[in-house]
């Protein structure tokens, strides 16, 4: 979370607020999350997925399907009334919480994750996979995010 209440770190749009990238081709998986006029999460499952299929243009959106929700799937979400904490199928050993928080423009929604040793403000992932027989099998996955001075910090996570 911010170091400080003054501290304003630019939002993401809830309709994505953070991203996975892969290897195989330029199609992105978005996390949003759904929020009501106070901007808070709605429902049980608030925050979903979906593909940007940016090989087909610039706004073309795919539900990721019962088969992919292995790879990029939630394992779960916990919802208060300030945040939703989710755990990836992927990485269940980081957890991300998604706060969100009102202001005049409409909501600010960040994503915070364990990234390089501390908790940062979580923007994508990298995802790089071989093919496998059935699934393909990740070699590494990069993680992106920001420190509370902006700068931009970097995770490494291998799986050879």
Same mark, same amino acid.
């Given at each position: 979370?911010? #170091?400080?209440? %003054?501290?304003?770190?630019? *939002?993401?749009?809830?309709?994505?607020?953070?991203?996975?990238? @892969?290897? =195989?081709?330029?199609? %992105?998986?978005?996390?949003?999350?759904?929020? /009501?006029? #106070?901007?808070? !999460?709605? *429902?049980? /499952? !608030?925050?979903?997925?979906?593909?940007?299929?940016? =090989? =087909?243009? !610039?706004? $073309?959106?795919?539900?990721?399907?019962?088969?992919?929700?292995?790879?990029?799937?939630?394992?779960?979400?916990?919802? #208060?009334?300030?945040?939703?904490?989710?755990?990836?199928?992927?990485?269940? =050993?980081?957890?991300? @919480?998604? $706060?969100?928080?009102? +202001? @005049?423009?409409?909501? +600010?929604?960040?994503?915070?994750?364990?990234?390089?040793?501390? %908790?940062? @403000?979580? %923007?994508? #992932?990298?995802?790089?996979?071989?093919? *496998?027989?059935?699934?393909?099998?990740?070699?590494?996955? /990069?993680?992106?995010?920001?420190?509370?001075?902006?700068?931009?910090?970097?995770?490494?996570?291998?799986? /050879?």
């Amino acid at each position: 979370m911010p #170091a400080c209440a %003054e501290c304003e770190e630019p *939002g993401r749009d809830p309709r994505s607020v953070f991203f996975v990238q @892969r290897n =195989k081709n330029r199609n %992105e998986v978005h996390y949003g999350i759904r929020l /009501d006029a #106070a901007c808070r !999460p709605v *429902g049980d /499952d !608030p925050v979903y997925n979906y593909w940007l299929r940016l =090989k =087909k243009g !610039p706004n $073309v959106t795919e539900a990721v399907s019962f088969f992919q929700q292995a790879g990029y799937g939630l394992q779960r979400q916990t919802v #208060a009334p300030e945040h939703v904490d989710v755990v990836m199928r992927a990485l269940p =050993k980081r957890p991300i @919480r998604i $706060v969100s928080t009102p +202001r @005049r423009d409409g909501c +600010r929604v960040i994503a915070y994750m364990q990234i390089a040793g501390a %908790e940062r @403000r979580f %923007e994508r #992932a990298y995802v790089f996979a071989e093919d *496998g027989l059935l699934l393909p099998k990740v070699r590494y996955i /990069d993680l992106f995010g920001r420190a509370a001075d902006g700068r931009e910090v970097h995770e490494h996570l291998s799986f /050879d």
